[in-house]
């Protein structure tokens, strides 16, 4: 079956970086665009970024635009978040989740279970 | 685009119909999905393209609207309903969520 699985979360200080990791496995990973989500203590869902299925493609939120960079391995079956310049507000939980075929495509009903990050000094 | 749910709660007794609305910043035609989310879980998909069931999701579950204004409705809500609910807009990039709108147990 479809699983996605994060890794890589924990507690880093201001200002440094740190790179989370998605491993997909149960279907044909290069072609599906993926997604990265975040949800902070406490608070709702944000969109992230996405990538698309050859990692050429990559959009994401104006709040981390310029900080965050995913990228994917196809021959890994693996997606990347790294992060870099680390705010305390980017404390979350990660979540990667599978998109399309397509890249205007939604967000499909398979995520994984989440990383923490936590940002503090 | 800015999405915009209301209420940003409510409580309601099982068998209740509950309607959950959200309002884009501009138009987005019907690209509008809404999840559920119960707490420590990850959000599941129940609709896309406004008003596509996702699979397995059951039908008391409907969505409707379009253009800027969208719905979510439960025509009777069932014990394992309670949970919150946030639309997400796929119109463009970047995608956006809405608040969301917690439903808790009268």
């Known amino acids: 079956q479809v699983q996605l699985v994060e890794s890589g979360g924990g507690v880093v200080q201001p200002g440094r970086s740190l790179r989370l990791s998605c491993a997909a496995s149960?279907?044909?990973?290069?072609?599906?665009?993926i997604h990265w989500v975040r949800q902070a203590p406490g608070t709702g869902l944000e969109w992230v970024g996405v990538?698309?299925?050859?990692?050429?493609?990559?959009f994401y939120a104006d709040s981390v635009k310029g900080r965050f960079t995913i990228s994917r391995d196809n021959s890994r079956n693996t997606l990347y978040l790294q992060m870099n310049s680390l705010r305390a507000e980017d404390a979350a939980v990660y979540y990667c989740?599978?998109?399309?075929?397509?890249?205007?495509?939604?967000?499909?009903?398979?995520w994984g279970q989440g990383t923490p990050v936590t940002v503090s000094s | 685009i800015r999405m915009t749910q209301s209420p940003s709660s409510l409580s309601a007794s099982v068998g209740d119909r509950v309607t959950i609305t959200c309002r884009a910043s501009?138009?987005?035609?019907?690209?509008l999905g809404w999840y559920q989310q119960k707490p420590g879980k990850a959000p599941k998909l129940l609709i896309y393209?406004?008003?596509s069931l996702s699979s397995g999701v059951p039908s008391r579950f409907s969505g409707s609207g379009s253009g800027t204004d969208f719905t979510l409705t439960i025509s009777s809500l069932q014990p394992e309903d309670f949970a919150t609910y946030y639309c997400?807009?796929?119109?463009?990039?970047?995608?956006?969520f809405g608040q969301g709108t917690k439903v808790e147990i009268k």
């Open positions: 997400l807009q796929d119109y463009n990039y970047p995608y956006t």
């Open positions: 501009q138009a987005i035609g019907n690209e």
């Open positions: 149960g279907f044909l990973f290069t072609s599906y665009v």
């Open positions: 393209a406004t008003s």
């Open positions: 989740a599978r998109g399309g075929l397509n890249i205007a495509a939604t967000i499909e009903d398979y």
């Open positions: 990538v698309s299925q050859d990692g050429i493609i990559q």
